[in-house]
């Protein structure tokens, strides 16, 4: 069992940015993804990391405001969004892949690749 704690969302004006954390034993060894869920919509895919941190992958809708990165020492990844806009508002969800091994790609843009899940943290963005 793997167990995940996201943390660091909140309410955010417009504008700024946020850094969301994710933490639990062992996920240094995993591969990692971030998801959100707005109201009223599905799940979406929003970045993935392998455990070693030398490939990531993103959603084409996430490229340019959505940094994905980890610590291994810590047992943390985390997601930085800049430039925040109403339409982040959503439920953070952070996920672990505990049996791929190597590059993230397209694969792990699927909920059905990642094995376990956090609770979720949520952002609400202020305009």
């Known amino acids: 069992q793997v167990q995940l704690q996201e943390s660091g969302g909140g309410l955010v004006q417009a504008g700024h940015s946020l850094t969301l954390s994710c933490a639990g034993p062992?996920?240094?060894?995993?591969?990692m993804g971030w998801f959100r869920q707005a109201p009223g919509k599905e799940r979406e895919f929003v970045a993935a990391?392998?455990?070693?941190?030398?490939?990531?992958y993103y959603a084409d809708s996430m490229k340019g405001r959505f940094t994905i990165s980890r610590d291994n020492t810590k047992n943390t990844i985390s997601l930085q969004i800049a430039s925040l806009n109403v339409e982040d508002t959503a439920v953070y969800y952070c996920?672990?892949?505990?049996?791929?091994?190597?590059?993230?790609?397209?694969?792990?843009?699927?909920?059905?690749?990642?094995?376990?899940w956090g609770q979720g943290t949520q952002v609400v963005v202020s305009s």
């Open positions: 990391i392998s455990w070693s941190g030398d490939s990531t």
């Open positions: 062992g996920i240094s060894n995993y591969a």
């Open positions: 996920a672990a892949d505990i049996f791929m091994k190597g590059a993230v790609t397209a694969q792990h843009s699927t909920a059905d690749q990642f094995d376990y």
